[in-house]
């Protein structure tokens, strides 16, 4: 209780003195006036939601542009306020540092507050009671064996004791009232574990946010998609796509290697994915390799990072050959699925043929065909009748330019598409295992095989393990500091009989907040413990 | 009989007896209100004519015993009043959770899992853990008053899970098949069954304050004499947020763990995530106003109810219009 009066600044009510020293030390006590932390937690709230309503470039840059050029006022406005980019603003990082700054003003000082306040004796029980509703009882025992009783009954025993119980002190002392006689007087304060919680929680916090700003610095993701039967090799250059934070150097990448031998997918009849899975062999530098499985929530778990199937589809393995008559490719080619009955798009491109123009081909891979009125569809995503069609295109397909190009896209500028006999560009249907052959000699596509795909995420982050500490430590804490009680015990016994009698007179009372209504059984127990009388104490009415 | 028609049929039943529920304990609020406000002019009269009041007392609260409204205790706090309706509204109240329950069950064998991954799903079970909270609080003490409250909010929120919100299960989708998914929702569901009561009594706490500081409109609402003091309800609403707000933070975090595993990030700001943070920042800073000069009493309390707010809009609005990797786990 001091200690919050101590450390709220409202409780300070001098005005500051003038001068820089002056507003700067008032200005700091408003930061960490609990006033301010309410304040600073609302608005961190209130900045949240836009987060949540207006796109986000982190989120989705594609809806963030595509709604910036749908309003050509707001769109940039909101941009560059920082609106389509909340948890990255400049105000929405000012508000938690703000915050964090506060907690750390509030909850320091406490430690060791705390720390002085738990070697400190136990204050004196108040020399009178009447104000805590105190219950009176007459002991047959002397007033040495009540308060014996009482202590050994509140300090308790066992390794937990200092979670559970009472730390105890016992005077000897003047009685005030009524006939100054001598009295022993017990006080018994719970409430160091519920302040303890308090501050784990706090500093737990700032763990928290100490571990993700270091593992935005440390962690390195890459995606790769790897066919049934390739191997990937963990090296920059062999993802698709690769980012690391600024303290992440790419020597530290160990080169396992990571072999697809096959993947299931498991299709319920209406289409439904029910299971998917990727049989794997894992071979780390100097190890026997061993088989592993990836699964949507299991993943793969090699040198600190985590390899998490995060996609599949087909890759149909086709070789064309030119007009020539040899083989200018041959190799498998992940088709992307576009809906949910995995229809799925992919490119082929042959620049190398022997002699006349480049080849490229569009596909579109039905793995259940079926026919609807919009022309055939695929019904299932499991390939129960799998069928292709392949428009097919001469031209340069402007690989030479030196331009990364997307894989799964035909640069159209400078091809044509292969027509048919009537003229219109040509769209051949094709089965698994069949050849066809293109017009006017430019040579033959067989379609040799369907293997599929797995697309993989991986992610190493080394600050997890202490994210997971931290914010264990901050349940923990929490929970101490919400379920542990603040109470306050004492217990008076005169030493000396009333005139005329031989009993002794106990008087007990107890404080605890509003909300803690079950200190007066604690009281109870205790008095009926110590004195071996069964009282009833009189308990606050329940309502009005 | 299947599953399905299992769970319909016993969701209906508790959505009815929920309704009468309602009714019937408002109609007991009423009666303590009136048996309260005689007592209290009871003990303001001479204590000489208190057989005849008493048997006053007895006409008002018609078919009950007044009690222990006794003239010559007059404290106006040892008012019992065992009516016909407590009666009503504690067996209804008990067999529509039970019924609640079943359907809940019945349900989850129907969809052969958990049956937390729907909107409708959640609330039905939902509504079943704030009941059975009620409940459970009642067994150690005498909190009747939240009765309508719990009752009414279980009745909207089953009716609209019945008629609005209604799925047929399907499967689970495999970033869905997790044993987090068994953990993270179902300690959400709890911890907004929780919340639930607390806002009850959270409501009933400002009723109470504005009605007692003068308010003219409260003043026509006498069955709030029923109800404890501000500061009883906001000592019971404390204890019921602190429980909540603690599952709230485990759920946030099992999240966290589910979406690390799942998704490869633990924490992406998807729209789901940025209101399970707003809801707990929102409590955290209700907890702090409650210890805070100026804040504590109905300022904080205000900040509890805008977190329940909240609460609703995340698995309403959020779940409906955001788009959101959550998202797919069906409306
Ligand atoms: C990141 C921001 C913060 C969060 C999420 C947070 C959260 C919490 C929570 C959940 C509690 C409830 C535990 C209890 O009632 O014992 C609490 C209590 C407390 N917080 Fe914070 N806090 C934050 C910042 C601060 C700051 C800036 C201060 C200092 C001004 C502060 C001072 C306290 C104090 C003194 C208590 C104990 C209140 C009591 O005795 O009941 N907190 N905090």
Same mark, same amino acid.
């Given at each position: ?156 025993? %066992? ?165 020539? %008559? ?219 | ?22 009714? #019937? ?15 209290? #002019? ?290």
């Amino acid at each position: 209780m001091s200690a919050r009066l101590k450390l709220d600044n409202y409780a300070y009510r001098d005005v500051p003195r003038l001068g820089v020293r002056g507003w700067l030390r008032w200005m700091w006590r408003q930061v960490t006036s609990m006033r301010v932390a309410v304040i600073l937690l609302i608005l961190l709230a209130l900045a949240s939601i836009p987060g949540s309503v207006l796109p986000q470039w982190p989120q989705n840059a594609g809806d963030t542009q595509a709604f910036i050029d749908a309003n050509p006022f707001w769109g940039p406005l909101l941009d560059a306020t920082g609106f389509l980019d909340v948890f990255g603003s400049a105000w929405f990082t000012a508000i938690y540092l703000l915050l964090f700054a506060s907690l750390i003003g509030c909850i320091v000082p406490r430690v060791g507050v705390y720390w002085r306040e738990l070697r400190e004796p136990v204050p004196a029980a108040p020399s009178r009671l009447d104000r805590y509703e105190p219950v009176e009882v007459e002991a047959d025992s002397s007033a040495e064996s009540v308060v014996d009783a009482a202590r050994r009954e509140l300090e308790g025993s %066992g390794p937990f004791r200092w979670l559970t119980h009472y730390r105890v002190r016992v005077d000897e002392r003047e009685r005030k009232a009524p006939d100054a006689g001598r009295e022993l007087a017990l006080s018994a304060h719970k409430g160091h574990v519920r302040e303890l919680g308090n501050l784990v929680f706090h500093l737990s916090l700032i763990g928290i946010l100490l571990a993700v700003a270091a593992g935005s610095l440390l962690t390195y993701r890459g995606q790769a998609l790897i066919v049934e039967g390739d191997t990937f090799t963990n090296a920059v250059v062999a993802y698709d796509s690769y980012e690391s934070g600024a303290l992440f150097s790419e020597d530290d990448l160990d080169p396992w290697t990571l072999t697809l031998e096959s993947f299931e997918a498991e299709f319920g009849l209406d289409g439904n994915p029910l299971e998917f899975t990727a049989h794997a062999v894992l071979t780390e530098p100097g190890q026997e390799p061993r088989t592993v499985e990836a699964q949507v929530n299991r993943p793969i778990q090699v040198d600190g990072a985590k390899i998490y199937l995060q996609g599949n589809g087909y890759a149909p393995r086709f070789t064309v050959a030119d007009g020539d %008559g040899n083989v200018a490719f041959q190799g498998a080619v992940p088709f992307l699925p576009q809906d949910s009955v995995y229809t799925s798009t992919g490119v082929i491109k042959v620049p190398d043929v022997t002699s006349g123009e480049q080849l490229g081909f569009k596909a579109t891979l039905l793995p259940t065909e079926g026919s609807s009125e919009a022309g055939p569809v695929s019904l299932h995503p499991a390939p129960g009748n799998p069928v292709i069609y392949l428009q097919a295109y001469t031209g340069d397909l402007g690989l030479d330019a030196g331009v990364p190009q997307n894989v799964y896209q035909l640069d159209e500028s400078q091809l044509s598409p292969v027509r048919g006999d009537d003229g219109n560009p040509l769209l051949v249907r094709m089965e698994l295992g069949e050849t066809i052959s293109l017009p006017d000699g430019l040579g033959t596509v067989t379609w040799e095989e369907m293997p599929r795909f797995a697309a993989f995420d991986l992610r190493r982050d080394p600050t997890l393990p202490w994210l997971l500490v931290a914010s264990i430590g901050a349940l923990v804490g929490l929970a101490m500091s919400l379920f542990g009680s603040r109470r306050r015990l004492w217990l008076v016994a005169a030493v000396a009989p009333p005139a005329g009698r031989k009993t002794t007179v106990v008087t007990a009372a107890a404080w605890a907040p509003a909300h803690d209504t079950a200190v007066h059984e604690d009281l109870e127990a205790l008095v009926a413990q110590a004195t071996g009388t069964l009282i009833l104490v009189k308990t606050p009415p329940e309502d009005s | 009989m299947t599953a399905q028609e299992l769970s319909w049929l016993a969701l209906w039943g508790a959505t009815a007896l929920y309704a009468i529920a309602m009714v #019937a304990s408002s109609i007991h609020l009423a009666r303590v209100a009136d048996a309260k406000t005689q007592a209290k #002019a009871l003990a303001a009269t001479a204590t000489s004519s208190a057989d005849a009041d008493v048997s006053g007392a007895q006409g008002l609260t018609g078919d009950s015993a007044a009690g222990s409204a006794s003239g010559t205790a007059g404290a106006s706090s040892a008012v019992r009043v065992r009516s016909k309706a407590s009666g009503i509204a504690a067996s209804t109240t008990l067999v529509g959770a039970v019924l609640n329950g079943v359907g809940v069950i019945a349900r989850g064998f129907e969809s052969g899992h958990v049956p937390w991954s729907t909107m409708y799903e959640y609330t039905i079970t939902g509504t079943w853990v704030a009941v059975v909270v009620f409940l459970i609080v009642q067994r150690k003490r005498d909190v009747s008053y939240l009765a309508p409250g719990v009752t009414g909010f279980g009745t909207i929120a089953l009716g609209l899970g019945m008629t609005v919100l209604y799925a047929q299960s399907t499967g689970l989708q495999p970033a869905l098949q997790s044993f987090w998914l068994v953990i993270h929702v179902s300690i959400a569901i709890i911890a907004t069954g929780i919340f639930v009561v607390g806002a009850v009594a959270t409501v009933l706490q400002l009723w109470r304050d504005y009605r007692d500081s003068g308010s003219a409109f409260l003043q026509k609402w006498t069955w709030l004499e029923a109800v404890p003091t501000p500061a009883k309800l906001e000592a019971l609403a404390f204890r019921l947020h602190a429980v909540g707000f603690v599952l709230w933070t485990f759920t946030v975090m099992a999240g966290a763990v589910w979406a690390e595993h799942a998704w490869g990030r633990y924490w992406g700001w998807d729209p789901k995530e940025v209101w399970s943070f707003v809801i707990w920042v929102i409590y955290a800073a209700y907890l702090h106003a409650r210890t805070t000069q100026g804040w504590a009493g109905r300022r904080s309390a205000y900040l509890a109810l805008i977190g329940f707010v909240a609460l609703i809009m995340n698995f309403t609005v959020v779940n409906l219009v955001f788009q959101g990797l959550h998202s797919y786990a069906g409306v």
